[in-house]
C-alpha cells in the first residue's frame, strides 16, 4: 500500500489502531468509530493527532460534532463499487467545514481517484495494481466538469 | 439543438483519451474483467453473448443528420452495417471490437456524441417526449430540463456508483410519452398560477422484477431548484438504497422499505440543508441553455394546403400513411412525421445504414436538420411542411420505412432478447416478428386500433413487458421457452402495471394466444372502445377465459 497525498507518494505517519490493540502514548493513530465512541475520554487526554475511521455505512452526521478532534478522517471503501463514502466526503466538506487530512482507505483504486479528489478527499491508501507513481496522472487525465462539488475552502 | 462549447467537447474528447488507455491497460492484461468492468459500462460497452455491445447516447432522443450519419458510418466501419434503436432513446452496436471501441467514441465525439452512462450503477442518460418544442398540447420544452440533468449527472463525482442504475425522464406535455411514472425520477413540467415553471417530481417508478409505478413527492418544484432537489433524491439514495441485494438495490425498494412519507421528510430535509449552495444552476446558464432550443425559423402557412388533401385523396397509400403516421406540429402548415422501424417481419428497432442515411438525409432536406428517437424504437422528423410529406413518403417507402403502424399492434417494442443478450431467457425479436407477421394486413390492424404490445427476453424488462396494452415476458421452463401474459399495462399518463392472466404459455401457442386475446377485445368492444380502455371496462376474466381456449 502507498499513500498518495498532493500528487507525490509520501511515508505513512499514521497508524491503523485495531479495537483490540491497547492504545499507546505516543504516536499518530486512527481509531474506528467504536473506539471513539468508548473510549473518548481517554483519547481526548492524549496529547497526540487523532485519525477516526468511518466504515461505509457510518454517515458524517455521526461525527459532525465531534470534528475539531479529528486531524484525519479516513472513509472507507471495502469495495470500489461501494459509493457511499463519496456522500460522506462531500458532507464532512462542504456541510460540515472539516479542513483537516480526508483519507480514502480500502479498495481505492485508479480509476476512482479524481471521484474521489472532486469530492473532497486529499489522500489516498492506493491499493490498485499500477504503480503509483503511474495512477497519479489519473488525477489530471480530465479538467473539465459539470458540476460545483468539492468547493470546501481549499485556497 | 445544443451545440456543445469549449467545456463540453474537451471533456468529451478527454474522456475518450482516458478510455483509450483503460482498453490500452485492459487489452495488456493490468486490469482484469471484474477492474475493468465498471470503467467500459460507464462508457456505454457491455460483454453480451456473442461480443461486446456498445450503447450510444443519445441524450432525450435528440440527433442531428450528421449525428445520425455518423452513426451510419460506424455501422458500416466498424459493424455489420447495423444498429438498433433501443427503448431509452439509444442506440446500440451489436458487434463492436474491444481494440476498436476508443475509435468509436472518437468518431462519435467528432460529432458532438458519446456512450457516458449508457449503463453501470450510475445516472443513465436522461430521456424524454420525443415530440419535446413541438408537440400541440405540450406546455414547456423538456429538452432544456434534460440537457440541464445530461450535464449535472455527466461524471458526478458523488453519484458514480450508486447502489444500482438510476433513470431520469422529462415531459413537459400532459400527454405522458417519456413513462416518467415508471423511472427512478420522472418530471413533469408545470406552470404554477403565478406563471412559474416548476416540476412534478415523481419517485421510485420502475419495471424489471418489482414493477411499479411511482409516487410524487413534491407537487411542484420551482425550475431554478430542480439540481439541489435532485441531488437530495441522489443523496439519500446513496446512503441507504440497499447494496446487500441487487434486486432491491433501486430506489423503489427504498421508497417501499422507508415509506413514501418518510423518503419525503428525508430529501426535503437535505434539500433545505442544500438548496441555498451553489448546486443550482445559475440562472444565465439556464438561459444559455435554453437559447438552443428556440422555436426554428418555420414558415407562415396555411392550416391546410389544398394540393396536399388532393395528394391524400388520390392516393390511398400515402393517406393511410399520412393518417397514422403523422401528427399535426404546433406550427400552422407543418407535420410531425413518424418513421416506423418496425416493418411487417422486421425486427424492432434495427435500422440499417442505408436507412439512417436516407433519414438523415430527409432530416436535412425537409426538417431542420434534426431528427428524434422515440421510446418505442421509432424515429421521428419532427418539422417538416405539409406539402414536403409526399415527397418524404416516396423515399421512405423505397427503403422499407413507410410502414404506417404507428401504435398498432404491429408497432411492437422488443427487446433484443437471446438473440444477443447474455442476461436473456427466452427470444423477443423471433416472437415481434411471428406477432408482426400475422397481423399483418393493415386494414385489420386499423380496425383493432391503438394497441401496444412489448415483449422482454427476460425479467429485467428491457421490452417493458409490465407497460405494453400486451405484454410478453419470456421465461426459461427446463430448457424451453415459456412467456407470461400480462395484459392492461400502461407507460402514459394513467400508467399502470398489466396483470398477469395466467400461467405461461410455450413458444409455439403466443401468437395463436394474443390472436384469441386480441379477437376477445374486438368481440365486446363498445363502439370507439380501445383495447386498453376496454380493459379497463370488463378487467381481465374474459381475455383470460379466451386466452387457454385452444382448438
Redesign the interface.
Known amino acids: 500500500m502507498s499513500l498518495i497525498k498532493n500528487n507525490i507518494i509520501i511515508r505513512d505517519s499514521w497508524n491503523h489502531l485495531d479495537d483490540d490493540t491497547p492504545l499507546s502514548a505516543e504516536g499518530k493513530v486512527i481509531v474506528s468509530l467504536k473506539r471513539w465512541q468508548s473510549e473518548r475520554k481517554l483519547l481526548m487526554e492524549r496529547q497526540e493527532p487523532l485519525g477516526i475511521r468511518l466504515k461505509s455505512a457510518e454517515?458524517a452526521e455521526m461525527i459532525s460534532d465531534d470534528l475539531a478532534h479529528f486531524d484525519l478522517i479516513a472513509l472507507e471503501f471495502p469495495i470500489?463499487?461501494?459509493?457511499?463514502s463519496?456522500?460522506t466526503a462531500?458532507m464532512l466538506r462542504?456541510?460540515y467545514h472539516y479542513k483537516g487530512e480526508l483519507r480514502a482507505v480500502g479498495e481505492v483504486?485508479r480509476?476512482?481517484l479524481?471521484?474521489?479528489l472532486?469530492?473532497g478527499f486529499d489522500a489516498f491508501e492506493y491499493a490498485g495494481?499500477?504503480i503509483p507513481e503511474e495512477a497519479i496522472s489519473a488525477f489530471v487525465?480530465?479538467?473539465?466538469?459539470?458540476?460545483?462539488?468539492?468547493?470546501w475552502g481549499r485556497t | 439543438m445544443y451545440v456543445y462549447n469549449l467545456v463540453d467537447q474537451s471533456l468529451v474528447n478527454q474522456r475518450v483519451q482516458q478510455f483509450r488507455d483503460q482498453v490500452r491497460r485492459r487489452l495488456s492484461g493490468e486490469l482484469n474483467e471484474e477492474e475493468f468492468k465498471p470503467l467500459r459500462l460507464m462508457n456505454g460497452l457491455y460483454l453480451q453473448l456473442h461480443a461486446y455491445m456498445l450503447r450510444v447516447a443519445i441524450p432525450y432522443g435528440t440527433l442531428s443528420s450528421k449525428q445520425m450519419r455518423a452513426l451510419a458510418h460506424i455501422a458500416v466501419r466498424y459493424d455489420k452495417g447495423y444498429g438498433h434503436f433501443t427503448t431509452r432513446q439509444n442506440l446500440q452496436f451489436n458487434w463492436p471490437k474491444l481494440k476498436e471501441t476508443p475509435d468509436i467514441l472518437a468518431d462519435l465525439a467528432d460529432v458532438q456524441m458519446h456512450a457516458f452512462q449508457t449503463s453501470g450503477n450510475c445516472i443513465r442518460n436522461v430521456t424524454a417526449d420525443q415530440y419535446a418544442g413541438v408537440a400541440v398540447e405540450e406546455i414547456a420544452d423538456p429538452r432544456i430540463t434534460a440537457e440541464v440533468v445530461r450535464q449535472w449527472s455527466t461524471l458526478h463525482p458523488e453519484f458514480s456508483f450508486l447502489p444500482r442504475k438510476f433513470k431520469i425522464a422529462v415531459t413537459g406535455s400532459k400527454r405522458d410519452r417519456a413513462a416518467v411514472r415508471v423511472h427512478d425520477i420522472g418530471l413533469i413540467i408545470k406552470i404554477n398560477e403565478a406563471g412559474e415553471m416548476g416540476y412534478e417530481v415523481i419517485v421510485g417508478g420502475g419495471l424489471g422484477r418489482t414493477p411499479i409505478v411511482g409516487v410524487t413527492i413534491r407537487e411542484f418544484l420551482p425550475q431554478q431548484f430542480l439540481l439541489s432537489y435532485l441531488e437530495s433524491i441522489l443523496r439519500i439514495y446513496n446512503q441507504i438504497g440497499r447494496r446487500d441485494n441487487i434486486y432491491k438495490a433501486r430506489i423503489k425498494i427504498v421508497i417501499h422499505e422507508l415509506g413514501a412519507k418518510e423518503f419525503t421528510r428525508r430529501v426535503e430535509k437535505e434539500w433545505k440543508t442544500i438548496r441555498d449552495t451553489a448546486i443550482d444552476l445559475p440562472v444565465g446558464e439556464y438561459e444559455r441553455i435554453r437559447a438552443f432550443f428556440a422555436p426554428l425559423p418555420y414558415q407562415s402557412l396555411p392550416k391546410n394546403d389544398a394540393g396536399f388533401s388532393h395528394l391524400e385523396f388520390e392516393n390511398q397509400d400515402f393517406s393511410h400513411w399520412v393518417r397514422g403516421n403523422t401528427l399535426p406540429h404546433r406550427q400552422s402548415g407543418y407535420s410531425i412525421a413518424n418513421i416506423s422501424l418496425k416493418p411487417i417481419g422486421g425486427i424492432p428497432g434495427d435500422a440499417s445504414a442505408k436507412q439512417m442515411e436516407v433519414v438523415a438525409d430527409l432530416a436535412e432536406k425537409f426538417s431542420f436538420g434534426e431528427i428524434r428517437v422515440a421510446h418505442e424504437q421509432n424515429l421521428v422528423l419532427p418539422h417538416v411542411k405539409q406539402t414536403d410529406l409526399y415527397s418524404i413518403w416516396n423515399t421512405l417507402k423505397e427503403h422499407n420505412l413507410a410502414t404506417p403502424n404507428l401504435g398498432l399492434i404491429s408497432d411492437i417494442i422488443a427487446c433484443p432478447g437471446m438473440d444477443y443478450c447474455s442476461l436473456a431467457t427466452a427470444r423477443s425479436i423471433p416472437l415481434a416478428q411471428d406477432i408482426s407477421n400475422r397481423f399483418s394486413n393493415l386494414r385489420r390492424q386499423n380496425d383493432i386500433g391503438e394497441l401496444s404490445v412489448n415483449i422482454s427476453g427476460c425479467i429485467n424488462a428491457c421490452g417493458h413487458h409490465h407497460v405494453g396494452h400486451i405484454g410478453l415476458l419470456g421465461v426459461d421452463r427446463k430448457g424451453e421457452e415459456y412467456y407470461q401474459v400480462t395484459i392492461g399495462g400502461s407507460a402514459d399518463e394513467n400508467a399502470s402495471i398489466g396483470e398477469i392472466i395466467g400461467p405461461a404459455i410455450p413458444y409455439d401457442e403466443v401468437v395463436d394466444a394474443i390472436e384469441r386475446v386480441v379477437e376477445t377485445y374486438v368481440d365486446l368492444r363498445a363502439k370507439n372502445e380501445s383495447f386498453i380502455d376496454a380493459y379497463r371496462r370488463v378487467g381481465k376474466q374474459p381475455f383470460k377465459e379466451n386466452l387457454y381456449v385452444t382448438n
Open positions: 454517515g470500489f463499487k461501494d459509493g457511499r463519496y456522500s462531500r462542504e456541510r483504486l480509476d476512482q479524481q471521484f474521489m472532486r469530492c495494481k499500477t487525465e480530465m479538467d473539465k466538469f459539470y458540476q460545483t462539488v468539492g468547493d
